[in-house]
């Protein structure tokens, strides 16, 4: 770590245990680290995560007790709901053996993952690794962080090839000096505009698959089932997805297509046992539609067309929802 220059970084340390905190922070300060906050609960972590001017992240699993608690904040992160830097590298610590945490925290989208007792010269190897060699990110309707499909890790499955992306790192701009820091923290806004592009479409291609998945379950009788219930929950996230992510854009028309899909699937979801079939044959049909009107040119009228079209049929499909229920 010599020929790195570390002085400038602004590393937060979230441990619980003051013996491994205290650890870790004199072996980095040793290292050239000048600027450590640490912190023995997850608030001030969090808070410290929305700061633009942190560089990195260090945080233990269990540090708000559960390790959904810090999983959570992972995802917040990763899929800009906290901060304004999605690209934070993050090293997470934790003592569980089970996989299912390890997992989690792979979702979550951690740049590397310790197991602890942790090493100190191994956690500098992993600093390093992210100054010198991070890998680049993948961004899927579910996920966002670090590629790890090397590893056989398939996020979406149901996606087409997903493309790597470059992500802005201030950590190695400051600890390199071969880039201006300043530069860097600009370049991640334009960065978050190019997820949100690629997000926008792993979401389209994601709400086409599970709106099919549930139109073909058989008809309304099938929606009972624990699958057909996951798919809509699901659409229902993703549709509150699109909206953040078209809000201010040339897409916001989109918005009230995607809202229309919504609401035929938070019906369908509330009558599970007694779903209209023209709520289930119209569910896939307004999925391709927004799937279509990312595809478009925003300012093309044939997209207000398609819009207004396609919310007419959910509109209609709910009058007579309600005209049946008299």
Do not use: W
């Not at 209209?276 to 067309?305: K, W």
Request: charged content about 30%.
């Amino acid at each position: 770590m010599n020929e790195l220059n570390f002085e400038a970084v602004q590393l937060v340390v979230g441990e619980p245990n003051i013996q491994v905190r205290n650890a870790i922070k004199s072996a980095l300060q040793e290292k050239g680290f000048g600027h450590i906050s640490d912190h023995n609960s997850l608030e001030p972590v969090r808070e410290a995560a929305t700061d633009a001017h942190t560089d990195l992240l260090i945080v233990d699993t269990h540090l708000g007790g559960d390790p959904d608690h810090v999983c959570g904040l992972l995802r917040g992160i990763r899929h800009h709901t906290l901060g304004d830097n999605p690209f934070l590298p993050v090293i997470a610590l934790t003592g569980d053996t089970d996989k299912a945490v390890v997992k989690k925290l792979i979702d979550a989208g951690a740049d590397h993952i310790m197991g602890k007792p942790v090493a100190v010269t191994q956690l500098e190897e992993r600093i390093v690794a992210l100054v010198r060699a991070r890998k680049p990110f993948v961004v899927t309707s579910d996920y966002v962080g670090p590629d790890r499909r090397s590893a056989k890790r398939r996020p979406d499955p149901d996606t087409e090839e997903i493309p790597l992306l470059e992500v802005p790192n201030v950590l190695r701009a400051k600890a390199t000096g071969e880039e201006d820091p300043e530069a860097v923290r600009a370049a991640i806004e334009e960065t978050v505009a190019e997820v949100n592009e690629h997000k926008r479409e792993r979401n389209a291609v994601r709400l086409v698959h599970a709106a099919r998945r549930v139109a073909g379950a058989a008809g309304a009788a099938q929606l009972h089932t624990d699958k057909a219930a996951k798919e809509l929950q699901s659409i229902l996230d993703i549709c509150n997805d699109l909206e953040a992510r078209t809000r201010d854009t040339g897409y916001a028309p989109v918005a009230q297509l995607s809202d229309a899909l919504a609401e035929v699937a938070g019906r369908l979801l509330e009558r599970t046992g007694d779903a209209d079939d023209r709520d289930v044959r119209l569910l896939p049909e307004l999925a391709q539609g927004v799937q279509l009107a990312f595809r478009a040119d925003p300012r093309h009228e044939d997209l207000v067309g398609l819009i207004t079209g396609m919310i007419a049929s959910a509109e209609r499909s709910a009058d007579r929802r309600n005209t049946g229920r008299g």
